[in-house]
């Protein structure tokens, strides 16, 4: 059988319960469309447990009979986001015991798991750079180094952690070598601050763009066949 935890919400404006008439509410539940206090709904015995902590949330969620979620809403998001868990403060007890008990060995395993991902990453990194330096081969090495590490930082969702980019997608390196010239070789960013419309900044440095990666295409002086774009 599924279970449907009630969801408590953290009003952003001052409400009072409708049942009690006790406010301002810091946390309520909603009641055919009424603000209801913890109390009246039956929750005032639990305890809050903030996000964050993983182990923490799961084993005094697993361990409590009765528990809630949390929400606040986030006005430029424009949705409810979860804040954290009521919990019954028996099974946060408890919890916390069994996480003093094995923090050694979560500690462990978080280390190793930082260490198989910088592997990942460090990979995702050196693969991009080869590409762009066979793209791009006469592209100064320390730039190229910047443009792989700033394309491929975790999280960024820039080129390199698209699926184009970690497959290599020449149209994806090609992208990521654009767009750091365009920043860095032309005014482009000048042209931003200045008032001009990006699209219409982007046309005026175009051409330059251009000749900085027909110059990094080059190898040993000639042009290089490979992708022109």
Not at 16 to 32: K, T
């Amino acid at each position: 059988m599924d279970l449907v935890a009630p969801v408590v919400v953290e009003p952003l404006r001052r409400r009072r319960c409708s049942e009690c008439h006790r406010g301002p509410l810091d946390r309520m539940i909603v009641e055919f469309n009424a603000p209801v206090c913890l109390d009246c709904a039956d929750l005032g015995h639990l305890v809050f447990l903030r996000r964050g902590d993983t182990a923490l949330t799961r084993r005094a969620r697993e361990a409590s009979t009765l528990w809630a979620v949390v929400v606040r809403h986030n006005r430029r998001r424009t949705r409810y986001e979860r804040q954290g868990l009521l919990v019954e403060e028996a099974a946060l007890a408890e919890a916390e015991r069994a996480c003093l008990e094995d923090a050694e060995a979560r500690a462990a395993r978080r280390a190793r798991d930082a260490v198989r991902r910088a592997a990942v990453d460090a990979g995702i990194t050196a693969a991009l750079l080869a590409e762009i330096l066979r793209l791009f081969p006469s592209c100064p090495a320390d730039r190229a180094t910047e443009i792989a590490v700033h394309a491929s930082a975790k999280g960024s969702g820039r080129v390199g952690r698209t699926a184009a980019g970690r497959s290599l997608d020449r149209g994806a390196v090609t992208a990521a070598v654009r767009a750091s010239v365009r920043h860095v070789d032309t005014p482009y960013d000048s042209l931003l601050m200045q008032g001009v419309p990006r699209h219409q900044a982007r046309t005026r440095v175009a051409p330059a763009i251009e000749a900085v990666l027909r110059t990094w295409r080059q190898d040993g002086g000639t042009t290089s066949g490979r992708e022109r774009g």
